[in-house]
């Protein structure tokens, strides 16, 4: 086996065998190992193919055919209905009617008439670098080691003397069918070589069977790698020394905590947006550095990484142990800066747009630094944000690499600007599924490890919300964290221990909102419980824990999110979970109807204390929700059915009958019920209560 120091050497000859003489397989196989590897190439970026002899299915007779990752795959997680087929003499064919670099969009289209396998994917723009090139398998790369010496400013001259010649050089050309001629004809100039390096942008490699691919990859790689921590140092310190030194691992992440929300509303100005906050030594390397202010500006060089992290980041200017309580002392400071981001990225687009460029975008940053602490990234969701941010760290290992070995340059403004506001990009875009009603928001509904807590962080999650699922009992949360990670991915989830009379547990779960996502837009009061007694019977222990819990509860923790909410000034929503008994005097009731009705008013005032800040309070009045419920433990089934002169097991059927629909209630419905008021479609609604009771009388507000 081959052992490297710099990539991962993955490849299990048992697997692969079993595999033999089916090249679509071997193909997947590869490009899943050189996928798993984001040194290797990044989340989406890179791209894998294979020649292969296939029977025509017009005429039977035998063609090549070209196997390749088709529009916005992934190669790490690539399977076959990801890739495109195509007839290799058809798309070469297209040379016949190419009519120059100034028409290079509408080849894209054209290679469509080129398919071979009808239920394949659309072909991706990098079709034709794969296409014009002879060998059987090939893998177009984005190392950071490979590009940081692409991106070098004397990229080719190294490239040539640290592989003797063996690794050809194209300049930087945006991927497209001119970039495919182009590199036939570095093959047709250099016969022999094993690779192409792509001025600022990657690496092509190639074999005769996947194996061999896969081996000159990693090769290559490693070489490129081991040549750049040879030099690490050498003439300079990295990034010319340290200018200031990091907090500690804790007191990074208070500081990111408190400064979240404050970025977050910045960054939302336009839509909302999610964070990602990382303070990987690779980061703090590069924001400590005595070269950030002179790097930073210039922005990335490869393609892939620009598109994810925009032209530049945004540089805080402030100090890495500010105190950020005084919100608006923070944003005041904060506020200039944005303000010059937002009118850079204009005159960037101003200066850089075409007639028939696409509108403007976004102006908010991407990437925001703050020296000493972190790195925060913030996108439409928590996966788009993730990986910017693992995107701008590959871009900061370029930077490394190449001022270790030259000078490091970056992409023109004008290229960069063709790039991101390429027709291309923008119909890729156009192509994208509408957004989710609640996407860009997040959500944290108490009790949400079981019951109608889960069902409400359920629904919001499919809607397009991520979610901060919380439970006192650990055991409970595991398994709804384990749940949801397996229904919506594990960028749609964070958790938290959490009792709601515990304020210290409250500003975690806050804390934990803020480091995973960014901070809050939805905040269901749910968490609860129910004790049933005469009067005479109920003891004080009782009433406390009802009031603790349902009243002071729901107290602590909007008045802990209000903070949060205000913090942002994007707005939000908080929903009370109350219950039909806040309205109705039943028997055997006072400390838990009494409680209701506390909950009920103090969601009254909360709306019209809140409403200023664009936080609407609304209120959900269930009743005899009995499915997967807490509520029904601790003996209230049975002291409900003691009132009501019943047994446990009569009771869904006596609540259904005593409504007016006859309905049972299911936390689905109370789900529903808080996604109506979340929704977007009572945006200008504050104050209401909305009964999901199956119609009780006696409960009507009005």
């Not at 120059?100 to 398919?115: K, P, R, S, T």
Request: hydrophobic share 40%; proline share 3%; with cysteine.
């Amino acid at each position: 086996m081959k052992v490297y120091k710099h990539v991962n050497y993955l490849w299990d000859d048992a697997k692969a065998k079993s595999l033999e003489g089916d090249e679509v397989a071997l193909l997947l196989y590869r490009s899943n190992l050189l996928g798993s590897d984001l040194r290797i190439t990044n989340y989406g970026g890179g791209n894998t193919s294979c020649k292969l002899i296939d029977k025509d299915p017009l005429t039977g007779e035998p063609v090549e055919v070209m196997w390749i990752k088709g529009s916005g795959g992934d190669i790490g997680t690539l399977k076959k209905s990801g890739l495109a087929a195509l007839y290799v003499e058809r798309l070469r064919n297209l040379e016949k009617v190419y009519r120059g670099i100034a028409h290079e969009d509408e080849m894209v289209e054209l290679f469509n008439h080129c398919i071979f396998d009808l239920n394949s994917k659309a072909p991706s723009i990098d079709t034709p670098l794969h296409g014009f090139l002879p060998f059987k398998h090939i893998d177009h790369l984005h190392p950071d080691a490979a590009i940081a010496i692409a991106a070098a400013k004397d990229g080719k001259k190294i490239t040539e003397e640290l592989f003797n010649g063996s690794i050809g050089w194209v300049d930087w050309q945006k991927p497209g069918f001119d970039l495919g001629l182009q590199l036939r004809a570095c093959l047709e100039e250099n016969p022999g070589i094993r690779g192409i390096m792509l001025g600022s942008h990657g690496l092509f490699t190639w074999g005769d069977t996947a194996y061999e691919s896969y081996v000159n990859s990693l090769d290559v790689i490693e070489t490129c790698a081991a040549y750049l921590a040879q030099n690490y140092g050498k003439a300079r310190p990295v990034f010319g020394g340290h200018k200031i030194t990091s907090l500690d691992a804790e007191a990074r992440k208070e500081q990111a905590a408190k400064l979240a929300p404050i970025l977050r509303g910045f960054c939302s100005s336009e839509r909302h947006m999610i964070g990602h906050f990382t303070d990987d030594e690779k980061v703090l390397e590069y924001i400590n550095s005595n070269d950030l202010e002179r790097l930073a500006p210039l922005g990335t060089s490869c393609p892939d990484h620009f598109l994810r992290t925009k032209i530049q980041p945004l540089i805080l200017n402030l100090d890495k142990e500010a105190d950020l309580n005084n919100v608006e002392e923070v944003k005041a400071q904060l506020q200039p800066l944005f303000e010059e981001y937002r009118a850079m990225y204009t005159d960037y687009y101003e200066t850089c747009k075409h007639a028939n460029s696409p509108a403007i975008r976004d102006r908010n940053p991407v990437i925001i630094l703050y020296p000493g602490v972190g790195m925060f990234a913030f996108a439409k969701d928590k996966q788009t944000a993730r990986v910017a941010a693992e995107f701008y760290i590959n871009a900061i290992n370029v930077m490394k690499g190449s001022e270790a070995v030259s000078e490091y340059t970056s992409l023109p403004r004008q290229e960069a600007f063709n790039i991101e506001y390429w027709l291309l990009e923008e119909a890729k875009l156009q192509r994208m599924p509408k957004p989710k009603a609640l996407s860009g928001k997040i959500a944290l509904v108490t009790g949400s490890a079981g019951g109608i807590g889960k069902a409400i962080a359920k629904k919001f999650a499919n809607e397009g919300a991520v979610v901060v699922l919380n439970d006192v009992n650990a055991e409970r949360l595991a398994g709804a964290e384990e749940e949801f990670v397996g229904l919506f991915g594990k960028d749609a989830v964070a958790t938290a221990i959490l009792d709601v009379t515990n304020q210290e547990q409250i500003e975690i779960a806050l804390k934990e909102a803020a480091l995973a996502f960014g901070g809050i837009d939805i905040v269901v009061n749910n968490a609860g419980l129910s004790i049933s007694k005469t009067i005479e019977d109920h003891t004080q222990k009782d009433w406390n824990l009802l009031y603790d819990v349902l009243v002071k509860g729901q107290f602590l923790v909007t008045q802990a999110a209000t903070k949060v909410l205000k913090a942002q000034d994007i707005g939000g929503d908080i929903v009370n979970i109350v219950s039909k008994n806040a309205l109705v005097s039943g028997p055997n009731n006072a400390g838990y109807g009494s409680a209701k009705a506390a909950q009920l008013h103090l969601s009254r005032l909360n709306a019209a204390e809140l409403g200023a800040a664009k936080i609407r309070v609304n209120v959900v009045n269930p009743d005899a929700v009995i499915s997967d419920s807490n509520i029904w433990a601790g003996g209230w089934a049975e002291g409900r059915a003691k009132a009501y002169g019943i047994t446990v097991e009569e009771l869904p059927a006596y609540y259904a009958k005593r409504t007016l629909l006859n309905e049972i209630i299911l936390p689905d419905d109370i789900a529903n019920a808080c996604f109506t008021f979340v929704g977007g479609n009572l945006n200008k609604s504050t104050g209401n209560v909305l009964n999901v009771d199956g119609g009780v009388a006696m409960a009507f507000v009005r």
